[in-house]
Every structure is written in structure tokens, then in C-alpha cells.
């Protein structure tokens, strides 16, 4: 017959003490400037776009019934493509910068499921639909029309907003326990070389990318963004930078 295991012995004198192992957590905060070493190209999902797949969900199996195929506005498309905010400027995604981020930490073996839990973008606005936005530092874009092969196979013209001059200013929050300031600068520098944003990106999901939305760190003795993308040198220092520079420290901030 086996025998019975002892019962635990319960009560203040035999509880096993605890130690707290969870620290408090610790946020640093840096801004960093960035410039545009390729075009930057824009694709917002229109509303246009989505009332008339809102329309055709709505009517069921009837909504493709005698409906004659509108004339395509090429115009209206390419502004309906731009992330405009409520005040105005031209921006892109919050989240796009974020997940280049994160994307980038591949490249350095630093596992994306931490990353996602401790770096994030500060938003310098909202759009007009109430999206999350990085501030662009760019002149007007102007229309860039692509040939594209839909998901059917048919070919298609596709009309997005390109700037051939642009940068911004990233503000980006992080985990002290994860990241130093440096690891940040280094990221980003990174995104730039590697990663870079929105369409036709190195990193883009759907091919190997077009060449667009890569950026360098500004360098130090440039000034400001705003000096570098409406100078007239821009696009002459386009070499990958030392990534200490392009970083203005801020106040730690959570």
C-alpha cells in the first residue's frame, strides 16, 4: 500500500515568505529627427471606399444588379489617400512608425513579442477619422500613379500621394528595462537603412519593396528638419550616419 503524503502544514509560522520581483516600471522618452532618402509614398483606405463596400454589404445578394461602374476620379483618390489631421498637416500613421520598430528588432535577434510591450510613438496629432498621426515636415505631395495587378488578376491604375521631400520628428516612449536611449537611436537609425515606411517600403509584406520610405538620422550640425527638407541641399547627404547623431534628449516622461 503506498503511502499517504504528508499534509502541508498551514498558518502564519509555516507560510513561505514572498518576495516581490516585479519592479516598477520605468520610462525614458527621446525625440529624433529624421530626413527622407527616398520618396515617401501614402496609402489611406478612402471613405469613399468604404461606404460603397458599407452600400454593397447592405444590399445583400442585389447590390451588383444593374449598377453601372463610375468613372474613376483620379484627383479625389489621391487626396482620399492622404492622412491629413484636424488641423491641417500632412501626416502618416503612428502605428507604422511602431511596427517598423519592432519589425527592426529581427535584424538584432531582440525578440519582437518584448518589443511590443516596450516601445511606442507619441502621436503629434489626429486625422480627421481619428487616427493616430506622425506630423510630416514636407512640402505639397504630388500624384504618383502606379500600374498594379488586382487580387483577380486585372490590371489597374493606382493614384497615391508621394513627397520627394520629407522628414519628420519621432517621439518615441521605451521600457528603460529594455532599452537604453542609444538602443533607441539605433532602431530607428535602422528603420531608416532597413525597414523604412508606409508603401513600397524594403520591409513591405507584399514584395521586396519599390525603393520608397527610407530616411537617415539628422545629423547634429544640420539644424533642424525643417532646415534640411526645404534647403537647398537637400538630398545630397544621403549616407547612412553614425547612429549617436540625429537624437535630442528629452525629459523622461511615462
Not at 34 to 44: C, D, K
Not at 82 to 110: K, M, P, Y
Not at 213 to 223: A, K
Amino acid at each position: 500500500m503506498a503511502a499517504r503524503a504528508k499534509p502541508l502544514q498551514t498558518g502564519t509560522a509555516a507560510e513561505v515568505k514572498r518576495e516581490v520581483v516585479i519592479s516598477a516600471p520605468s520610462f525614458g522618452h527621446c525625440q529624433i529627427g529624421i530626413v527622407g532618402t527616398a520618396p515617401l509614398v501614402q496609402h489611406r483606405f478612402s471613405p469613399k471606399a468604404m461606404g460603397i463596400i458599407r452600400e454593397q454589404q447592405e444590399a445583400g445578394s442585389t447590390s451588383r444588379k444593374g449598377k453601372l461602374r463610375e468613372p474613376k476620379d483620379f484627383t479625389a483618390l489621391f487626396h482620399e489617400a492622404r492622412h491629413i489631421s484636424t488641423e491641417g498637416w500632412d501626416g502618416f500613421h503612428a502605428a507604422s512608425l511602431r511596427n517598423a520598430l519592432i519589425s527592426a528588432c529581427r535584424l538584432v535577434n531582440f525578440r519582437m513579442t518584448l518589443a511590443k510591450l516596450s516601445i511606442f510613438v507619441k502621436a503629434d496629432g489626429l486625422g480627421i477619422d481619428g487616427t493616430p498621426l506622425v506630423k510630416l515636415i514636407a512640402p505639397e505631395p504630388e500624384p504618383y500613379e502606379a500600374m498594379v495587378r488586382n487580387a483577380t488578376g486585372v490590371v489597374d491604375i493606382r493614384v497615391r500621394p508621394m513627397w520627394k521631400r520629407w522628414g519628420a520628428n519621432f517621439n518615441i516612449n521605451y521600457d528603460e528595462h529594455q532599452f537604453t536611449e542609444t538602443d533607441v537611436v539605433n532602431l530607428v537609425h535602422r528603420v531608416g537603412l532597413q525597414v523604412g515606411l508606409c508603401e513600397g517600403r524594403p520591409d513591405s509584406k507584399e514584395s521586396a519593396g519599390l525603393g520608397f520610405g527610407t530616411f537617415r538620422l539628422l545629423e547634429g550640425h544640420e539644424g533642424s528638419v525643417e532646415d534640411v527638407v526645404f534647403g537647398d541641399g537637400f538630398g545630397v547627404n544621403i549616407a547612412a550616419n553614425n547612429g549617436n547623431n540625429g537624437r535630442k534628449k528629452l525629459k523622461h516622461a511615462a
